[in-house]
Protein backbone atom coordinates (compact mmCIF):
# COMPACT_ATOMS: atom_id res chain seq x y z
CA UNK A 1 0.00 0.00 0.00
CA UNK A 2 3.34 2.30 0.55
CA UNK A 3 3.74 1.79 -3.23
CA UNK A 4 0.12 3.05 -3.94
CA UNK A 5 -1.09 5.68 -1.20
CA UNK A 6 1.16 8.30 0.91
CA UNK A 7 2.24 6.65 4.19
CA UNK A 8 0.71 9.46 6.36
CA UNK A 9 -2.86 9.33 4.95
CA UNK A 10 -3.30 5.87 6.01
CA UNK A 11 -4.87 5.49 9.25
CA UNK A 12 -6.55 3.42 11.43
CA UNK A 13 -9.90 4.47 9.99
CA UNK A 14 -9.02 4.54 6.43
CA UNK A 15 -8.15 0.32 6.63
CA UNK A 16 -11.08 -0.40 8.63
CA UNK A 17 -13.28 1.62 5.58
CA UNK A 18 -11.00 -0.44 2.87
CA UNK A 19 -11.91 -3.53 4.51
CA UNK A 20 -15.61 -3.13 5.36
CA UNK A 21 -16.99 -1.76 2.23
CA UNK A 22 -18.62 -4.02 0.38
CA UNK A 23 -22.32 -4.71 -1.48
CA UNK A 24 -25.57 -5.67 -0.15
CA UNK A 25 -28.74 -6.72 -0.99
CA UNK A 26 -31.64 -4.88 1.55
CA UNK A 27 -34.37 -7.54 1.78
CA UNK A 28 -37.87 -6.78 2.99
CA UNK A 29 -39.60 -9.31 4.95
CA UNK A 30 -42.94 -8.17 5.35
CA UNK A 31 -41.71 -4.87 7.41
CA UNK A 32 -38.78 -5.87 8.70
CA UNK A 33 -35.80 -4.66 7.14
CA UNK A 34 -32.32 -7.46 6.85
CA UNK A 35 -29.53 -6.36 4.86
CA UNK A 36 -26.89 -9.21 3.47
CA UNK A 37 -23.53 -8.66 1.75
CA UNK A 38 -23.20 -10.51 -1.61
CA UNK A 39 -20.91 -13.33 -1.82
CA UNK A 40 -17.36 -12.61 -2.05
CA UNK A 41 -16.82 -13.55 -5.55
CA UNK A 42 -19.04 -10.45 -6.77
CA UNK A 43 -16.92 -8.24 -4.50
CA UNK A 44 -14.06 -8.34 -6.96
CA UNK A 45 -15.50 -5.46 -8.77
CA UNK A 46 -17.73 -2.48 -8.01
CA UNK A 47 -21.45 -3.48 -8.77
CA UNK A 48 -23.26 -0.86 -10.49
CA UNK A 49 -26.40 -2.39 -12.41
CA UNK A 50 -28.68 -5.42 -11.30
CA UNK A 51 -32.08 -7.01 -12.60
CA UNK A 52 -33.94 -8.97 -9.69
CA UNK A 53 -36.26 -11.27 -11.22
CA UNK A 54 -37.18 -15.31 -10.77
CA UNK A 55 -34.50 -15.97 -13.72
CA UNK A 56 -35.12 -20.23 -12.72
CA UNK A 57 -38.82 -20.60 -11.66
CA UNK A 58 -38.88 -21.10 -8.29
CA UNK A 59 -40.34 -17.85 -7.41
CA UNK A 60 -37.44 -16.37 -5.52
CA UNK A 61 -35.95 -13.58 -6.40
CA UNK A 62 -32.70 -13.80 -8.58
CA UNK A 63 -30.03 -11.06 -9.10
CA UNK A 64 -28.46 -10.57 -12.42
CA UNK A 65 -25.15 -8.03 -11.66
CA UNK A 66 -23.51 -6.21 -13.86
CA UNK A 67 -20.17 -3.78 -13.09
CA UNK A 68 -16.70 -2.57 -12.80
CA UNK A 69 -15.53 1.24 -12.76
CA UNK A 70 -13.32 2.99 -15.16
CA UNK A 71 -13.22 6.47 -13.84
CA UNK A 72 -10.63 5.91 -10.97
CA UNK A 73 -7.21 7.76 -10.71
CA UNK A 74 -4.22 5.75 -12.89
CA UNK A 75 -2.43 4.90 -9.33
CA UNK A 76 -4.81 2.18 -8.79
CA UNK A 77 -5.91 1.08 -12.03
CA UNK A 78 -9.66 -0.19 -13.27
CA UNK A 79 -11.52 -1.70 -11.42
CA UNK A 80 -12.72 -4.59 -14.03
CA UNK A 81 -12.89 -7.46 -12.57
CA UNK A 82 -16.79 -8.65 -12.47
CA UNK A 83 -18.02 -10.62 -15.98
CA UNK A 84 -21.64 -10.95 -15.04
CA UNK A 85 -22.83 -12.89 -12.47
CA UNK A 86 -25.98 -14.49 -11.90
CA UNK A 87 -26.84 -14.88 -8.00
CA UNK A 88 -29.91 -18.06 -7.74
CA UNK A 89 -31.52 -17.43 -4.24
CA UNK A 90 -31.59 -20.56 -2.13
CA UNK A 91 -34.94 -18.91 -1.06
CA UNK A 92 -36.28 -19.47 3.12
CA UNK A 93 -32.12 -21.07 3.52
CA UNK A 94 -31.17 -17.52 2.55
CA UNK A 95 -27.96 -16.84 0.70
CA UNK A 96 -27.21 -17.42 -2.87
CA UNK A 97 -26.27 -19.80 -5.68
CA UNK A 98 -23.34 -17.84 -7.69
CA UNK A 99 -23.18 -19.03 -10.97
CA UNK A 100 -20.32 -17.09 -13.48
CA UNK A 101 -20.28 -16.85 -17.49
CA UNK A 102 -19.31 -19.85 -17.80
CA UNK A 103 -22.94 -21.61 -16.55
CA UNK A 104 -24.83 -18.82 -17.91
CA UNK A 105 -22.93 -17.74 -21.43
CA UNK A 106 -23.68 -14.39 -19.91
CA UNK A 107 -20.39 -12.34 -19.83
CA UNK A 108 -19.74 -8.76 -19.77
CA UNK A 109 -15.96 -7.19 -21.18
CA UNK A 110 -16.03 -3.61 -20.00
CA UNK A 111 -17.71 -1.17 -17.69
CA UNK A 112 -21.84 -1.26 -17.30
CA UNK A 113 -23.75 1.59 -17.71
CA UNK A 114 -27.20 -0.33 -18.08
CA UNK A 115 -28.88 -3.43 -17.58
CA UNK A 116 -32.51 -4.52 -18.45
CA UNK A 117 -34.53 -6.80 -19.52
CA UNK A 118 -37.53 -6.94 -22.04
CA UNK A 119 -40.36 -9.48 -21.72
CA UNK A 120 -42.01 -10.29 -24.81
CA UNK A 121 -41.98 -13.37 -27.67
CA UNK A 122 -38.78 -13.06 -26.88
CA UNK A 123 -37.29 -11.95 -24.07
CA UNK A 124 -34.06 -10.28 -23.97
CA UNK A 125 -31.01 -8.91 -21.35
CA UNK A 126 -29.86 -5.29 -22.81
CA UNK A 127 -26.59 -4.63 -21.50
CA UNK A 128 -25.08 -1.04 -22.25
CA UNK A 129 -21.22 -0.66 -21.99
CA UNK A 130 -19.32 2.63 -21.74
CA UNK A 131 -17.87 3.22 -24.96
CA UNK A 132 -19.03 -0.19 -26.92
CA UNK A 133 -21.80 -1.34 -28.47
CA UNK A 134 -24.77 -2.32 -26.81
CA UNK A 135 -24.69 -6.23 -26.27
CA UNK A 136 -28.07 -8.48 -26.45
CA UNK A 137 -28.84 -11.63 -24.75
CA UNK A 138 -32.11 -13.81 -25.08
CA UNK A 139 -33.17 -14.81 -22.33
CA UNK A 140 -34.39 -18.32 -22.35
CA UNK A 141 -36.33 -19.47 -18.78
CA UNK A 142 -35.75 -22.98 -17.41
Do not use: C
Amino acid sequence: MDDIFNPESISEEFIYYINTTSSYVLWNEQGTFRWEALPKEVQESPVKKMIIMDFNGDSYPDILLGGNDYTYDVSTGNYDASKGHLLISKGAAKGFEILGPKDTGFIIKGQVESLLQTNGERPLIIVGINRKDVVVYEYVPN
